[in-house]
């Protein structure tokens, strides 16, 4: 069996592997650029298993029809939090309404899909693997993204991982088609702890002389890379902080650790948290209401900490669930599976309020279940281009289809604060520097940050490895701040190139690689 066929098929029998625990799964991707600090995007999925009631969440209060459909479990309207002059957010839901103000929220109406498949474990599936009802995939559409960026992952482990999981054990949306590009974990301090008690030094011996000895020196590498991330990701909680009480539940301690490992200088591009219960089949009422106010002030609590913290600006937030419920109650004060439901993104860059249209109560699909407008495959293609700027051909190539994308994302901000938390609630860095390229290697696209501590004159250059220019993006007069510099190397031979900046009082070298 080839190296490579035995770790993929090693990894992806689940994180609850014999060979390695699933607290142990690490992102093995080329990240040296994850330890500048500022210069990723985050991106945190908050999944509500289950099957989320859009109708109680987002509510059409103007519609008589809700009401009709929902006679026992429709939310009054005087106690709804208006948020236009027909829609109104649960009551629970106050904790966001600062966010909403405020322009950090927005509401992606009646997202669903073709066929809507009512199986909380099929739907779950697709939703993750970002498949066709019909069709079944075995990879994840996050692990696609990441394996797309970083080719060569495996074989090139990283300085820390690029993908955290917090809350669940199902690892299909880290499941590539390389390996498992993430790493699951509850708690930092428990996951260091529970490494180092299981490592064993025997680990950095050479292999017994059998017909399975290649295959066993690859699992010890991954079981010592796990190691290493494991004091990578107890280091960023030690130095991190929270600045808020987060509520004293599961979702509010996953969104803390997130804010808390992004303060310590962990600069992972994507976090997975996840809520359960959402399956509302009775007693509605009551436990939505208690899910949504549990979600509300875990995020409110979460923004309000990055914004204390410099962070805001660098996160979005975006919720999913495998289906809506019906639009009429069942006999049960509940309702059951169902298709079409609104989503909600969170984030300072967002550039509207609500997209699509206002749930139509009277027409149905084939199994009266609500209508969708929007394909959920078009979040993450709006995602993966307005936020983390792929190219759309490296979408299809991740989506398997070309997927309409929304104008969410305000890209009009081209200075970024990487330095330091301080640094960044000031505006002023405190040293000059230049950034390790993102992605790296990188086809053809990839980018630089740099800082300016003083006004003055920058030279900004890249060589080949002859010392030939090649390119020559900066050259000019410069306030002190902080800059992001895109590089397309389209035109360039596969190699390795020099990124040069100079200054009267600074000069630094970094390194890239063009993969084609």
Do not use: C
């Amino acid at each position: 069996m080839r190296r490579r066929q035995f770790l993929r098929n090693s990894i992806a029998v689940g994180l609850g592997s014999m060979l390695i625990p699933r607290w142990l799964h690490p992102l093995l991707a080329r990240s040296d650029h994850l330890r500048d600090r500022g210069q990723n995007r985050i991106l945190v999925i908050l999944n509500l298993g289950g099957g989320n009631d859009g109708l109680n969440t987002v509510i059409p209060f103007e519609d008589d029809e809700y009401y009709n459909l929902r006679p026992t479990i429709a939310i009054p309207q005087n106690e709804l939090l208006t948020i236009t002059e027909t829609l109104g957010l649960h009551p629970a839901m106050a904790p966001l309404m600062d966010l909403w103000n405020d322009e950090n929220m927005a509401i992606i109406q009646n997202v669903g899909y073709d066929q809507q498949d009512l199986s909380h474990f099929r739907s779950t599936d697709i939703w993750r693997s970002a498949s066709d009802v019909d069709q079944v995939i075995s990879t994840g559409w996050v692990a696609r993204y990441l394996e797309t960026l970083y080719t060569g992952y495996v074989e090139n482990p990283p300085e820390e991982p690029m993908a955290l999981q917090q809350g669940s054990t199902d690892g299909l949306l880290l499941t590539g088609n390389e390996g498992v590009p993430g790493v699951i974990v509850d708690d930092p301090s428990i996951f260091y702890n529970l490494v180092n008690e299981t490592y064993e030094s025997e680990y950095n011996n050479d292999p017994p002389e059998t017909a399975g000895g290649d295959e066993l020196s690859y699992v010890r590498q991954i079981d010592n890379n796990s190691f290493a991330y494991a004091g990578v990701i107890q280091a960023a909680a030690e130095a991190g902080q929270n600045t808020v009480e987060y509520p004293n539940n599961s979702m509010g301690t996953q969104l803390s650790i997130v804010a808390r490992l992004l303060s310590g200088g962990l600069y992972t591009p994507i976090f997975l948290t996840h809520q359960y219960g959402y399956d509302t089949h009775n007693n509605q009422l009551n436990d939505h209401n208690n899910l949504l106010t549990v979600l509300s002030s875990s995020i409110g609590s979460f923004f309000q900490d990055l914004a204390n913290l410099g962070l805001k600006d660098r996160v979005v937030l975006l919720t999913t669930s495998e289906f809506g419920r019906r639009p009429f109650e069942n006999g049960s004060d509940g309702t059951d599976h169902g298709a079409g439901a609104p989503q909600l993104l969170f984030g300072s860059k967002l550039t509207e309020g609500i997209y699509g249209s206002n749930p139509s109560l009277t027409d149905f699909d084939n199994n009266a279940n609500l209508l969708h407008e929007f394909d959920f495959r078009q979040l993450y293609a709006t995602l993966m281009t307005q936020w983390f700027e792929l190219g759309q051909e490296e979408i299809e190539n991740i989506l398997f289809q070309p997927f309409e994308t929304f104008s969410i994302i305000d890209n009009r901000f081209s200075q970024v604060s990487y330095p330091s938390n301080k640094e960044a609630v000031l505006g002023i860095p405190q040293d000059y520097d230049l950034s390790k390229a993102y992605p790296n290697p990188f086809n053809p696209n990839t980018r630089l940050h740099y800082a300016v501590k003083e006004r003055g004159f920058v030279d900004i250059i890249i060589y080949d490895l002859k010392g030939r220019k090649i390119f020559h993006p900066v050259h000019e007069m410069k306030p002190a701040g902080f800059y992001n510099l895109n590089i397309n190397g389209g035109n360039w031979a596969s190699g390795t190139y020099l990124v040069k900046m100079e200054t009267k009082d600074f000069r630094q070298t970094r390194k890239m690689v063009l993969l084609k």
